[in-house]
C-alpha cells in the first residue's frame, strides 16, 4: 500500500492543478453547452460537484502536507489558502456575494505553488523535526 501521507504535496499539487484546469474550463463549458441546454439547466449536476471533490481531496493533501512539514509558517499558509479556496466554492454554490469568477484562481495557484514549495524544501525527515529552522 502506498503511504499517502509522504505523497500528499503531490496528491495536493494534482488536485489544485485539476481544480485550476476545472475552473478555467468552466466557461468554455458553458458556451458550448448554452447552445445544447435552451430551456434546460446550464450544467449537468456532476460538473458542480467537482467543486467539492476537489475541495476534500485538497483538504486531505493540506491536512497530511501540514503534518509533514519542517516550517510552521507553512502550515498555517496552507490551512488559510485552502479555507480561503474553500469559501469562494461555499460563497459561489450558495450565492451570498458577487465575487469576480477570477478570484478563486488565487488561493489555487497558491496550494499549487505552496505544494510544491513544501515538496522541495520544507520536508521533515523523522517525526520531531516540526520546529522552525
Given amino acids: 500500500m502506498v503511504n499517502l501521507r509522504y505523497k500528499s504535496d503531490i496528491i495536493g ?16 463549458f458553458f458556451v458550448a453547452q448554452a447552445g445544447l441546454a435552451i430551456g434546460e439547466t446550464l450544467h449537468p449536476w456532476w ?9 476534500a481531496i485538497a483538504f ?20 488559510v489558502l485552502w479555507m480561503l479556496l474553500g469559501m469562494i466554492v461555499f460563497n459561489e454554490k450558495l450565492e451570498i456575494a ?10 489555487t495557484l497558491g496550494l499549487i505553488s505552496l505544494h510544491f514549495y513544501n515538496r522541495r524544501y520544507c520536508r521533515c525527515e523523522d517525526d520531531n523535526c516540526c520546529a522552525d529552522k
Fill in 13 to 28: 499539487a494534482l488536485a489544485s492543478t485539476l481544480c485550476f484546469v476545472h475552473c478555467l474550463a468552466t466557461p468554455f
Fill in 47 to 55: 460538473w458542480g460537484t467537482l467543486d467539492i471533490l476537489f475541495l
Fill in 60 to 79: 486531505f493533501a493540506v491536512y497530511w502536507s501540514t503534518k509533514n512539514t519542517s516550517k510552521p509558517r507553512i502550515k498555517y499558509t496552507f490551512w
Fill in 98 to 107: 458577487h465575487l469576480a469568477e477570477e478570484v478563486i484562481y488565487l488561493p
